[in-house]
């Protein structure tokens, strides 16, 4: 994989309808030609309709940042992947920490991924460690990760997957608390391998692998270069156009 992915997770930072548009607009104007980077935007839900239609014509997709286990009927508050693309989602992020720290489990992280490939999403798969041990604990944590939301999945699913590799510890923090692209570089060879053990070899060298937490312009470079990721997920950073065009311009 050659091309660039900088995603941009809103998480609940951007948090009215006038702010969401205001950046959707900063970005459509500032992101106008070919990059050499793939941009993705996930806004909070209320939201993603109107920032999908400011984007449309633009080379920004924009996508959910999370999804329903089910497909529809009587579950109070959910939205399905049918109905997230109906309203403009090209994506969606699927497990990431913050909702698995709220109990979403692996069964479920399974089901919302099967789900969105069901209705044409992009999974946007969430993996980290919680904490990192003398003894190699994250290895463990993250194969387990990857083995039970991938193992005897239908092949078409892989087409559209990315991976984020997103470690719990360094989500949050400043540019110089995240993660250190020796240690990344480490865990992305570790990523490919297990993807290699469980997929078809081919098609798992193909899958986009991102790193996500604390990226800011500081430290995008360097992640990247020795890292040995495909691109970013970015939090709070992204949330600024300053910062997310910082980091752009940083990988670029
Ligand atoms: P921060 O970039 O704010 O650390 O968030 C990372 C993340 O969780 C993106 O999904």
Not at 90 to 98: Q, T
Not at 117 to 126: D, F, M, R, T, Y
Not at 220 to 243: C, H, M, P, Y
């Amino acid at each position: 994989v050659k091309k660039r992915i900088v995603a941009g997770n809103w998480k609940m930072f951007v948090a009215s309808r006038e702010d969401a548009r205001a950046l959707a607009l900063a970005l459509r104007k500032k992101l106008r030609g070919a990059s050499g980077v793939d941009v993705y935007v996930a806004p909070p839900a209320p939201f993603l309709f109107e920032v999908a239609n400011i984007l449309e014509s633009s080379p920004i997709r924009v996508g959910a940042q999370a999804l329903s286990q089910w497909e529809g009927g009587a579950h109070t508050g959910e939205a399905s992947a049918a109905m997230l693309k109906n309203a403009g989602a090209l994506f969606s992020i699927v497990g990431h920490s913050e909702r698995r720290e709220g109990g979403e489990s692996e069964t479920v992280v399974r089901a919302e991924l099967e789900r969105a490939v069901a209705a044409g999403l992009a999974p946007i798969l969430c993996v980290g460690e919680r904490s990192r041990g003398e003894g190699g604990e994250q290895f463990s944590a993250i194969e387990e990760q990857l083995a039970s939301a991938l193992k005897n999945i239908p092949k078409n699913t892989l087409k559209k997957l990315i991976i984020a590799y997103e470690p719990v510890w360094a989500i949050g923090k400043g540019a110089q608390d995240a993660m250190k692209p020796a240690d990344l570089e480490e865990m992305v060879i570790f990523i490919r391998k297990v993807l290699a053990d469980l997929l078809d070899r081919t098609e798992a060298l193909r899958i986009p692998v991102l790193y996500g937490g604390s990226v800011e312009a500081q430290n995008a470079s360097a992640l990247i270069k020795e890292g040995g990721v495909n691109g970013f997920l970015v939090g709070r950073a992204s949330t600024s156009l300053d910062s997310f065009l910082a980091i752009l311009a940083a990988i670029r």
